[in-house]
Structures are given as C-alpha cells and as structure tokens.
C-alpha cells in the first residue's frame, strides 16, 4: 500500500531490490514493482462510481449477446433464487433432497424430468446427519450416494460471512448448478431494530439473488405459508411482506387438494403453472400426475361418480360434499351441472343428484321428502287446491268453531292503484272519520268480507281476542 497515497512512483523506486537468482545472477524486478505499485495507487484513490457507470443505450443493449437463462430443473427451477413455500410437514425437504441427488448423480426426479448435472450443496439446517442419513438411505434404495452432492447442518448468515462461504464453494467445485437452503429463517439477516418488515425481507434474498445471476446458478430457499388462507392469489399465503416474493425470481407453493397436492410456479423465467403432485410414502419420492385442471377435474368426478354409484339412492349436494370430502358448494355444483350435461349424473328433481345406470336400471331407492336438500321439501305437482268451504271446514275441526264473515266498508282511498299512489283528496283524515266530502257518503263504498283464514289451534284463541273487538262490537 502506498503511504503518502501521492507518488506510485517514489514507492517503486524505494521498493527495487536487486534479487540473487540460485545461479548467482542478479535480475531486477523494478518493472514488475512499478506495476504493482501503479495497480495499488489506481486502486487506492479510484474514484466513487457515478450514476454514469453502467449507463447503456438501448442500441447497444440491443447489439449485446448474453448466455441462456439456464434451467435446473425444467417447469420449476430456473437460475436465480427460488422460493420453496408450504405448509410444515408437507414435504418440502423430502423434495429438496430428492432433487439434490438428480442434479448430483443423473437420476431422474419427479418421475420423468431431468435436472442439469453438476455440483450441489444442501444446507439443512433444521436436521442431523444421522437424519439425513436414512432420507438418503431411503430414496437412494440401497444405490451408492453421489459424491458431488455436498451436505451442511449448519452455516453463517449471509450478513455473518455466511454469502462469502456459499461463494467460496462455488469456487471450490467444478461445476456449481444447485444450492438448496432448508430454511431461510436460519440463515436471514437479522432485522434492524428500526428496520421496516418490507426491506428486511427484500435484503433477506437480495444478496443470494445477485450471486446466483452471476454464477448462473440456481438457489432453492424453502419457508412457510401463513395460516391465513388467500382466496385470490395462492402466491399471497407466503410467509413474510411482499419484499420477500418480489425479491425472489421464481415463487413455487405446495398446497394440500383433494387429496392430493397442488404446485403453484411463477417466476420471471419460467413460465406458470399449476400442477398436481402426489407422495409415494414408500420410496418417499413426489411425482408430477400433470396438469392441475385436468388432474383435479377427473378426480373430482371420480370420486362424485363412485360416491352416487355406492350410495344407490338420490343424494343431495351437502352429501355429495360429504361423501367426496369436498368444501366448496359453488364449485360442485358447477360440476355436478358439467357431469350431468356429459351424461355421468342424473338430475332426479330440485337438489337431488343419481348416478345414470341406477336410474336406468331402476335399482335406486324410492325418493321421499327425507331426500330433499336443506332448506326445501318435496313438491307435489299432482296436489289441486281445495275450495274455500274445505279450507273453512278444516279450521272448524282444528279450532272447534265455525269460520265466519266480516263486514267492513274500505274508502277508495285504499285502492293506491287508481291513484298512483297518491291520495286525491286534501285531508285524508276523512277517509277514518267517515265526514260527507263532495256529496260522497262512504256508506255507498262497496262491503266486502273477508274470510279468515284457516289457522293452527294453538294460536286461534289469541287471534280471536285480538280481533273481536273489532267486528263483533
């Protein structure tokens, strides 16, 4: 270093030396110090950058030719950071295991994609070797382990030293292609005491971001989904501020469906999907089924399907739910509306659904008023309505007294319709007291009787107390 920072030169002739090579002859390195000290000196006094530095136009931006994003693994893991998000327990470290040792060993993985081969380094941080031990000896199934898949239980934070480690390693390898981080709260930063959530999630990745575009190496970080479920954007139920998605290049979120598990992938290099996965508890291996939409739309007529073929009777839609394990009323009965249209279902009447060969075959159950769906009863259109002398002789055998009439005179003035609504005299208190207006008398209103209606014998007593002042006096 040079120590009054002013003359590189001065430095490099007090630093010549003449050096005795073995054969006794000198050889002067004044040249090779010259250049050394100039290094130094531009080093030491280099300018601060500007906003200059790394200015391009878009000309020559568009003349420039870059690698191609490199993919890791096809339809989820591109380069850059990713984020692993699920619920505890669901098997997000089974995964990232399981895709170590295909990028480590030619294997294939989620039954038939194939990674890029090179160096990994998993980080498992919640775990011990010898756990770790019996993952490996029960997905590998007695095969030899891969050499080029290194595995850490613990490691610095990347603020601590841990990011210059994880690049050391990159150099250290032949060919770095994977780093899996199980979990990201271990290795964060630590919030600031004053630091606002959204930048502390930001910094979080951005430091593995940048390495992992430099190195064109991708990183797996896996965290959990809050409790919380979102309605509109599965990609929302990650833990943590918007900072931490929008940090990240590519977001990946395991969610529990229909018995089966449902991937969510979106990402700037990739494109997005959603696909159904299943875990085979014995090789304790996930596996891609396909297309989420297709996958989940047959297994749910399956299994309504099944369940009308095994209960042989008409069901309604809360038993369908109930027999299927299904939540979302709207949704089966879209569904329940698509298989009919296909033939798969029978609509039997208002709310009630029957499997197509039951029906056929004349096997199901009679439907009675028991069938009917909450809320509603059986309808009988074949019912004709009865007269009024049967409705007044109904009353009399449940209240034991015969229905009667009531007189009462009713003003124009309750007829609105004629009217539109409005009255058409000046003081409507007239229609009450019954006063003459305009040589009108109300006594010249048309009577009417109203019959009353047949009523329970529970409450005809009290109605008749309310009423009798009225019409009897």
Known sequence: ?????????????????????????????????????????????????????????????????????????????????????????????????????????????????????????????EDNQRRLKERLDKILQNTTAPQRLELRTDWRRVDQGGLEDIREWCRSVEKPRLILIDTLAVIRPVAGRNEQAYAADYRALQGLQKLAGELQLGIVVTTHLRKAPSEDDPFDEVSGTLGLTGAADTIVVMKRHSGMTKIYVRGRDIQEGEFAAEFNT???????????VEVFRSEARRAVATALKEAKRAMSISDIMAATERRDRHATEVLLHRMEKAGEVKHISRGLWAHPRLTDSGEINEIDASDAPDGSEAIDDTTDFETDESHRESHSKLTGSEGCEIPCEIPEAAYPLKSNGKSTEPDNLTDLTGIERNGCDLTEVTICAIRLPAIAASISDDIEDILEPRWRS
């Open 282 to 292: 014995q090789t304790c291996r996930w596996r891609l089924v396909g297309d989420a």
């Open 1 to 125: 270093m040079v120590s009054d920072g002013k003359d590189w030169k001065k430095a490099a002739q007090d630093a010549w030396k003449v050096w005795e090579s073995p054969d006794g002859h000198g050889e002067d390195y004044s040249d090779h110090l010259k250049q050394a000290a100039r290094e130094i000196a531009q080093e030491e006094f280099k300018e601060p950058p500007t906003w200059r530095d790394g200015l391009i136009t878009a000309k020559d931006l568009q003349t420039k030719t870059f690698a191609p994003v490199r993919i890791i693994l096809p339809r989820l893991i591109p380069e850059g950071v990713t984020i692993l998000a699920g619920k505890p327990k669901i098997g997000k470290s089974w995964l990232q295991l399981d895709i170590g040792l295909a990028v480590a060993s030619d294997r294939f993985v989620l039954g038939a994609e194939k990674p890029v081969q090179g160096d990994c380094l998993y980080l498992a941080l």
